[in-house]
């Protein structure tokens, strides 16, 4: 932050949060939506957090609870929340803080919860803006090619700002206006408070709109300035499911393009990959079509990931292989290790070196040492596998008897036969081997085979 500010008055947060969002369609508060994989409301807090303010007050009305512990998750304790009982308009949410702000003696910056895209730059230069002007409001402002919609800024012959009057409210004339209001504004708190009290619901829609507590300031005399901002982008608010999906597409594409570019992905077809903002990727590896990157994975070089897969939250070392429509959730796969087709790896599986897991094998909260093999049909669950392993087709883990969760350790360079059920818990020692279709109920020692149902020691290996 710049000097002038931190010299001059204390900053507070506002975010508008309280509406339902009618044109969402949806019985989920608007704020709640996500974009790039996290609720509109995070992205804005997040924002308002980098500003260092002394506090962030969130307006909540709709779903508050839900909001309040979306904000918290996002800014912790630095948030606090006034409740709007009912949306009465946009004058009226920043009125339901009136008791916390109006006597703070505080710069006020107001933000929607609905324009997640603002630059953290964006608000330092309103506020900048705001502070050398030495206004009582500054209204952050964007010039827009289809104005429809939005409250323009309408300024008189001399260019100094009158008023802003919402589309519906608008004469023709000032539908012609292409200079909108982003929703975004700098206040002193008495100004702001004071102005409020002006505020009548006299308006096509009948609600209390923050918006005329500009033209109130400049009737009375008051300085209003306007910080017209050159990317209108950021300022984009999202009223609607297709204005979400708009977005969501250019988060999308501006990661793709930032790990082309700087980190050397190859991507097949980028059109066609879903990368979260906060993946990162290394040089060399080649995403497919239709993979879906999720969270904040980290996916090593030269790796090869084949269509259809989906990626969440894990972490992938180098040279690894992923093939088709394998499915990894919070997982860990080290270096030169392959997956797929059709694998499931979930809930903290961890894939030591060269382990290989092909099709059709779900691995659930185990781990697979250096060099293990299960190559069809098996389901690995709470189980720990040692070394050079190869676990046969059709193997099973039984690892729930109803109502708890019990482990399977295999040790190291075990073969098990195909369609072993491992009767949990259990263990099978070092260099044993299970024979097809055994039911392993007891613990086996090491060096021996394993045959039957029950399985029993049929013969000393060693
Ligand atoms: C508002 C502005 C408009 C501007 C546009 C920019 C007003 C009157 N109009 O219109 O000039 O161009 O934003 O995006 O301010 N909210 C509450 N309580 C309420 C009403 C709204 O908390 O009673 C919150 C909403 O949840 C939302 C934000 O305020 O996050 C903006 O409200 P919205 O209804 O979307 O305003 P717009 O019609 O977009
Ligand atoms: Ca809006």
């Known amino acids: 932050m710049s ?26 508060a608007k704020v709640l939506h996500e974009l790039g994989g996290s609720p509109l409301i995070a992205h804005v807090t997040r924002a308002a957090q980098a500003l260092d303010p002394r506090r962030i007050i969130v307006v909540v009305g709709h779903q508050a609870e839900e909001v309040e512990k979306a904000a918290l998750a996002e800014v ?25 702000l109006e006597n703070s003696d505080s710069l006020v910056l107001v933000l929607s919860g609905d324009v997640p895209m603002i630059k953290i730059e964006t608000l330092r230069n309103l506020i900048e803006h705001h502070n050398n002007a030495g206004a009582a409001c ?56 004071k102005g409020l009290r002006g505020v009548e619901p006299k308006n096509d829609q009948g609600e209390y709109y923050l918006t005329d507590v500009a033209e109130i300031i400049v009737r009375n005399g008051g300085g209003v300035a306007v910080y017209l901002h050159n990317e209108p982008r950021e300022v984009y608010g999202i009223n609607s499911r297709a204005e979400l999906a708009e977005f969501e597409n250019l988060i999308r594409r501006t ?45 090593g070089e030269g790796c090869v990931i084949r269509s259809g897969a989906r990626i969440t939250n894990s972490r992938l070392g180098d040279r ?19 997956v797929g087709p059709f694998a499931h790896l979930r809930m903290n599986a961890v ?35 040692g070394e050079r392993t190869n676990i046969g087709a059709g193997t099973v883990t039984c690892n729930y008897d109803g109502v708890n969760k ?40 090491p060096d021996s085979l394993v045959v039957g149902v029950p399985a029993e020691v049929k013969k000393k290996l060693k």
């Open 3 to 28: 000097d002038k500010h931190t010299s001059q008055k204390p900053l507070n947060v506002l975010i508008m949060a309280a509406g339902l969002g009618t044109r969402m369609k949806s019985n989920r």
């Open 76 to 100: 912790g304790e630095l948030a606090s929340f006034v409740v709007q009982a009912k949306q009465r308009g946009t004058g009226d949410a920043v009125e339901s803080a009136r008791s916390v």
């Open 138 to 193: 500054t209204v952050l402002s964007v010039r827009l090619e289809n104005p429809t919609g939005y409250g323009r800024v309408i300024r008189d012959e001399s260019g100094a700002f009158q008023k802003i009057v919402e589309q519906r409210d608008a004469t023709d004339d000032e539908r012609q206006v292409k200079e909108i209001n982003s929703g975004i504004y700098c206040f002193e708190s008495r100004d702001l408070y």
């Open 255 to 299: 990661a793709i393009r930032k790990l082309m570019t700087e980190s050397g992905v190859t991507f097949i077809d980028p059109s066609h990959a879903y990368i979260s903002a906060e993946a990162q990727i290394g040089r060399d590896t080649i995403i497919h079509p239709n993979v879906t990157i999720e969270g904040k994975t980290i996916i």
């Open 320 to 338: 690894i292989t992923v093939k088709d429509h394998s499915v990894i959730v919070d997982s860990q796969i080290d270096s030169n290790c392959s």
């Open 351 to 385: 894939l030591e070196e060269k382990a290989t897991v092909g099709n059709f094998v779900e691995v659930k909260k185990s781990r697979l040492k250096r060099g293990t093999k299960a190559m069809h049909l098996t389901y690995l669950g709470d189980a720990t596998i």
């Open 406 to 445: 019990h482990e399977t350790i295999i040790e190291d360079d075990v073969k098990v036969g195909s369609d072993t059920m491992l009767v949990a818990p259990v263990r099978v020692g070092a260099r044993s081997v299970t024979g097809a279709g055994s039911v392993v109920t007891k613990d086996v020692p």
